[in-house]
Nanobody, 119 residues
Framework: QVQLVESGGGLVQPGGSLRLSCQASGSIFSNHAMGWYRQAPGKQRELVAAIIGGSITNYADSVKGRFTISRDNAKNTVYLQMNSLKPEDTAVYYC?????????????WGKGTLVTVSS
């Protein structure tokens, strides 16, 4: 069984930065994709960024150049560095794992961490 625990969300002003972390416990392998998804009020959950292996990544167009996903396989942890945040980035951010295909969600989800971008 895999458990995912997110941390690092909070309130930040537009233009600010946050770093999300997702600690995985259980059988997560380096060839499994891990990703971040987000869901804003009244909207569907969407892919933000995903990573497979150590360095193959995929980003939503809306975050390219602002967000960076990274992974520490030794620590079973995936990070999302978010810079130049915009109000439209406000959402609950969920960690996902278990897929063998980059950009396709796996079966495991964290409970989410809220990111609010507001002045």
């Amino acid at each position: 069984q895999v458990q995912l625990v997110e941390s690092g969300g909070g309130l930040v002003q537009p233009g600010g930065s946050l770093r999300l972390s997702c600690q995985a416990s259980g059988s997560i392998f380096s060839n499994h994709a891990m990703g971040w998804y987000r869901q804003a009020p009244g909207k569907q959950r969407e892919l933000v960024a995903a990573i497979i292996g150590g360095s193959i990544t995929n980003y939503a167009d809306s975050v390219k150049g602002r967000f960076t996903i990274s992974r520490d396989n030794a620590k079973n942890t995936v990070y999302l560095q978010m810079n130049s945040l915009k109000p439209e980035d406000t959402a609950v951010y969920y960690c996902n794992a278990g897929s063998l295909i980059l950009g396709r969600p796996g079966n495991y989800w964290g409970k989410g961490t809220l990111v609010t971008v507001s002045s």
